[in-house]
């Protein structure tokens, strides 16, 4: 069975950019979590979603967003980029959305913003 | 909120060796306690994990210990390889849906 899937896997952008990230779960998967990884804030929860529908969300401003399609495949978007925005964002899915599903992470995205 | 705390932040042992990695939470309602393993270059993996109705559990030369009491958990590698060395991450998780609160990583470099 295939992994979880992030694409782009690197990608640069300039400051007060948007950019979309991809992320698809592994196949009957349908809950899906974004994670941020910087070297100064370690893990940190962005926002989880199931059936199309946010259920959880971390400590980040409004400019982070996301949503889920009705095939689970989820996508992340950060308006109006800030160099503090350059980070590795990972995406985990979970068969389900209860408290200690197990969760599979992606191998992430590199966003560098100049 | 939960916030969670590891220990050591790095660790190095000769290939042989045992490693323990320690980790403490702050909130009583975390029931899930993952641990992964982070190659460079790639996502976290998932190693091994425990709930709160178990205080110990074992998969091959790893094994993970929870005490409930003492909110901490623990991370025992028997027998370290050279392929061992990556960065170890625990976290912890509640009944909110699967959000993961993580501790702040822990290099372990296994000498040959």
């Known amino acids: 069975k295939a992994g979880v899937t992030q694409t782009p896997r690197y990608l640069i952008k300039t400051r007060g950019q948007q950019v979309t990230l991809s992320c698809s779960p592994i196949?009957?998967?349908?809950?899906v979590s974004w994670y941020q990884q910087t070297p100064g804030q370690g893990l940190q929860f962005l926002f989880e979603?199931?059936?199309?529908?946010?259920?959880n969300k971390g400590n980040f401003p409004g400019r982070f967003s996301g949503r889920q399609f009705s095939n689970s495949r989820s996508e992340m978007n950060v308006s109006t980029l800030e160099l503090g925005d350059s980070a590795l964002y990972l995406c985990?899915?979970?068969?389900?959305?209860?408290?200690?599903?197990?969760?599979?992470f992606g191998p992430g995205t590199r966003l560098t913003v100049t | 909120g939960e916030n969670v705390e590891q220990h050591p932040s790095t660790l190095s042992v000769q290939e042989g060796d045992s490693a323990v990695i320690k980790c403490t939470y702050s909130?009583?309602?975390?029931?899930?306690f993952p641990w992964y393993k982070q190659e460079l270059g790639k996502g976290p993996q998932l190693i091994i994990d425990?709930?709160?109705?178990?205080g110990e559990k074992k998969d091959q030369r790893i094994a993970v210990t929870l005490n409930k009491t003492a909110k901490h958990f623990s991370l025992h590698i028997t027998e370290t390889q050279p392929e061992d060395s990556a960065v170890y991450f625990c976290?912890?998780?509640?009944?909110?849906?699967?959000?993961?609160?993580f501790g702040g990583g822990t290099r372990l470099m296994v000498k040959p």
């Open positions: 985990a899915s979970s068969l389900v959305l209860t408290g200690g599903a197990e969760q599979y």
């Open positions: 976290a912890a998780s509640g009944n909110a849906g699967n959000m993961l609160t």
């Open positions: 909130d009583s309602a975390s029931n899930y």
């Open positions: 196949s009957g998967h349908r809950s």
């Open positions: 425990i709930r709160s109705n178990v």
């Open positions: 979603y199931f059936s199309e529908t946010q259920r």
